[in-house]
């Protein structure tokens, strides 16, 4: 009984380590291919990028102004109960725009682009290895990688940090919303105080996460994808992995630049 146990927390340790270092594998892989492609005298996949760009990006736009708008009348909404009886409502404007540009927008957007766009690439590339396009590319002497993760890898890298500045936007105009319409609050005086608590380094230190949120989920859902194993129900069960496990180290990396920030910055 205790033999049968350890052999089997055994083998699943090893598979668990093999499938972290084929992901590790699967992201640099990437992003040298992604450099490579950049260089002089290189072929960049300009077209398809920007295909990526308008798809990851633009077509995101409603979606993630939607939601983030609506975070920031909820914290408003959450932070007036708390702030009220204290009679500190004119610190709302401080922990929405704080909250949403350090934390919130960043987190909330990536989780949205995983569901949207993560998902998206995990089925195309698990149906093409399904059908055996990606043999036939690896035939033709066109690396897998270069060809359909590098153009993905550098638009995302763009939409995302784009799209959470354009999530921070909304979320503090919704915040504003509530605070003119419920608490009274002057516009001009909530933007003020935006202004003055949201300092660069929050800004930035926001941008930075969207980008390393932007590398996981590419090369979560490229891995999925590329390791993906009977037909269309292999593609489903591909792509609901890689929407999980996305978001599963979208928080783990976002607790992590937490606890630097918070000891280091």
Not at 108 to 118: F, K, M, P, Q
Not at 240 to 250: C, D, K, P, Q, Y
Request: net charge neutral; aromatic share 6%; hydrophobic share 55%.
């Amino acid at each position: 009984m205790i033999a049968e146990l350890a052999g089997s927390l055994g083998r699943t340790t090893v598979e668990l380590f093999g499938q972290v270092g084929r992901l590790c594998g699967t992201a640099t892989s990437g992003s040298a291919k992604l450099v490579r492609s950049l260089l002089p005298g290189e072929k960049f996949r300009g077209r398809s990028t920007v295909v990526q760009l308008y798809h990851m990006g633009t077509l995101a736009l409603p979606i993630v102004g939607l939601i983030a708008f609506m975070m920031g009348l909820i914290l408003s909404f959450q932070a007036a109960y708390q702030l009220e009886p204290l009679g500190a409502e004119r610190l709302v404007a401080d922990l929405v725009s704080v909250s949403l540009t350090r934390e919130l927008g960043p987190v909330i957007t990536a989780i949205v682009v995983a569901g949207r766009s993560g998902s998206a690439i995990a089925a195309e590339i698990a149906s093409m290895k399904v059908q055996e396009e990606i043999d036939a590319l690896r035939v033709m002497g066109i690396n897998p990688v270069a060809f359909l993760v590098a153009p993905k890898l550098l638009a995302m890298l763009v939409a995302l940090p784009l799209l959470t500045a354009f999530a921070d936007l909304l979320g503090i105009l919704g915040g504003l919303l509530c605070a003119v319409s419920v608490l009274d609050i002057p516009a001009h005086m909530y933007l003020e105080r935006c202004q003055a608590a949201v300092i660069m380094k929050d800004f930035v230190s926001g941008l930075a996460k969207a980008a390393i949120f932007a590398g996981i989920i590419v090369s979560v859902a490229a891995y999925c994808g590329f390791e993906v194993t009977g037909g269309a129900e292999g593609v489903g069960r591909a792509t609901t992995r890689a929407v999980v496990l996305s978001i599963f180290l979208v928080i783990v990396a976002d607790l992590v630049f937490t606890g630097l920030y918070f000891n280091f910055g």
